[in-house]
């Protein structure tokens, strides 16, 4: 049973260019959290979905970033127009339930944004 | 609030105890997490405990929460080069979708 997988592992992008991060769960896995790891920093919430919803999406910042999960395929978490400031390293996390006790983490994109 | 706090660093030798110590304000955890960090990688979960327990112990882990005092702490026995990381201390809410609130992070390290 693969874990959490995330891609790609490293991303590099020019000031202005988009970035799309993706996120496949575990194998019966529905629901899907991202966060966000600042250097030095601790992780931060950013979106908890569902296949083909959005639940909770209290740590996304307003403008410029965005989260799906659509019934076929990966979690993408997609920025446009990405500024020296989102460089980080975005975790996504699965687990099987909501409010499960374990959720399983991947090993994280690292952009960084020049 | 919500706010997990945790000190930044720590530093043993090798055969020691260590003890990472964690503080939390929101009286409304349902669960509280230890997560390693190691460089360049993902979080492994490695222990986690219900907010109406006092302790758990998984082999070299011993978990201690004082819920009067909103404290949490890690011990691991008997430490390693290889427990070299950062650890983070997270919480999640009573009522809340499962979303993990976490501290800064302690950054062990076990000198030999």
């Known amino acids: 049973n693969a874990g959490v997988m995330q891609n790609p592992r490293h991303l590099v992008r020019r000031r202005g ?18 966060y966000r790891q600042l250097p030095e920093e601790g992780l931060k919430f950013m979106v908890y979905l569902q296949k083909e919803n ?18 076929e395929g990966p979690s993408i978490l997609r920025i446009q127009q990405v500024v020296r400031g989102d460089s980080a390293a975005y975790f996504c996390a699965s687990s099987p339930q909501d409010g499960g006790v374990e959720a399983f983490f991947g090993q994280g994109t690292r952009l960084t944004v020049v | 609030g919500e706010d997990v706090e945790q000190s930044l660093f ?8 260590s003890v990472i110590n964690c503080t939390y304000t929101d009286s409304s955890s349902t669960y509280l997490y230890w997560y390693k960090q190691e ?26 929460l004082n819920k009067k005092d909103k404290h949490l702490s890690l ?13 983070f201390c997270a919480e999640t809410l009573k009522g809340g979708t499962g979303k993990l609130i976490f501290g800064q992070g302690t950054t062990l390290q076990v000198k030999p």
Not at chain 1, 17 to 34: F, I, N, T
Not at chain 1, 54 to 71: N, T, Y
Not at chain 2, 10 to 17: A, F, M, Q, T
Not at chain 2, 39 to 64: C, E, H
């Open chain 2, 10 to 17: 720590l530093s043993v030798r090798e055969g020691d105890s």
């Open chain 2, 75 to 87: 011990r691991i026995a008997d430490t390693q080069t290889g427990d070299s990381a950062i650890y």
């Open chain 1, 17 to 34: 260019q988009e970035a799309r991060l993706r996120c496949s769960p575990m194998k019966g896995h529905s629901h899907v959290y991202w």
């Open chain 1, 54 to 71: 959005i639940i909770d999406e209290s740590g996304m910042p307003k403008e410029r970033f965005s989260a799906e999960f659509p019934k």
């Open chain 2, 39 to 64: 460089p360049g990688a993902g979080l492994q979960l490695l222990t986690y405990i219900f907010s109406n327990m006092d302790m758990k112990q998984d082999q070299r882990l011993t978990v201690l």
